[in-house]
């Protein structure tokens, strides 16, 4: 009887740890899915900050967020969403200035811009020239935010256009507009590798003057063509200065038409570096 009474305990101690036990196993694993695709943090932020926006960390301390720039691309955060769309949430402890959501994955709509051209789905997006709004990327670009899942052709979810002035003079209309993007922030597929042996200061150069991403190739043509225009243009300037002063110190009394051979020497020099310019600029802007 002892036996029976033991395995009656046990059956039920069994059954007893299923329903304990088992319904929290299955909680969890039934919204592992959607935590990592709805969990968003809370910053605080100016309002400067849109919903849709690409942004980044302003200050650690205070939790300050800021729009992203082509130039802090490595500082990639998230995208802005609105509160309504988020499951849970982690608020800090305090604030006292505007709470803005960001959220790092999930499918949100995300502010781009035709900046790279009209994006497909399953294109990836990164950051345009303007600050904390999208574009498509192309090999250039070291990050992206995510791939698209729809399509952002100028002629559907516009929410409006902007105007920019190139260093050049040249204005350009740039279309904004609202694009669902799935949110995964990672080195860019796209990246062209010898695009990392182009030097900072020179990729930043280069897009300061074509006002856009330039490729590798572009730049370093455009670094070949401005090397040979200054050597051309020294060495003519070198020779001609040197030719006129010795034919002046032989012959004093032409002194007049030397200098004036000497000062069409030295337009040439100059007319042959603009030249040289105008085609570095044409090369980036290709």
Request: glycine content about 8%; aromatic content about 6%; hydrophobic content about 45%.
């Amino acid at each position: 009887m002892k036996k029976y009474k033991l395995l009656i305990f046990l059956f039920l101690g069994v059954i007893l740890s299923f329903f304990i036990s088992g319904p929290s196993v299955l909680a969890s694993g039934s919204t592992s899915v959607s935590i990592s695709q709805d969990v968003v943090h809370s910053y605080n932020a100016n309002s400067s900050v849109q919903i849709g926006m690409i942004v980044q960390i302003k200050n650690k301390l205070q939790g300050t967020i800021e729009p992203l720039t082509q130039n802090t691309i490595n500082n990639m955060l998230g995208i802005v969403v609105p509160s309504t769309s988020t499951t849970v949430a982690l608020i800090p402890s305090s604030s006292n200035i505007q709470q803005v959501y960001v959220a790092s994955s999930g499918i949100y709509n995300v502010l781009v811009s035709d900046q790279g051209g009209s994006i497909n789905s399953g294109d990836y997006v990164t950051i345009s020239s303007l600050n904390g709004i999208g574009m498509k990327a192309n090999q250039d670009q070291s990050l992206v935010i995510g791939r698209a899942v729809g399509n952002f052709n100028n002629k559907s979810n516009i929410v409006g256009n902007i105007t920019v002035t190139s260093v050049s003079g040249k204005k350009q209309q740039i279309i904004i507009g609202l694009l669902p993007v799935d949110l995964n922030i990672m080195h860019n597929p796209l990246a062209n590798k010898s695009a990392s042996y182009v030097p900072t200061f020179l990729f930043k150069v280069a897009q300061t003057v074509a006002a856009k991403p330039v490729s590798a190739l572009h730049i370093y043509l455009g670094l070949v063509v401005l090397l040979v225009t200054i050597v051309l243009a020294g060495i003519l300037l070198y020779s001609g200065v040197k030719s006129g002063m010795i034919a002046i110190g032989r012959n004093p009394l032409s002194r007049s038409s030397i200098i004036r051979s000497l000062v069409q020497t030295i337009l040439a020099g100059v007319l042959i570096f603009i030249i040289g310019i105008f085609a570095v600029y044409l090369l980036l802007k290709l």
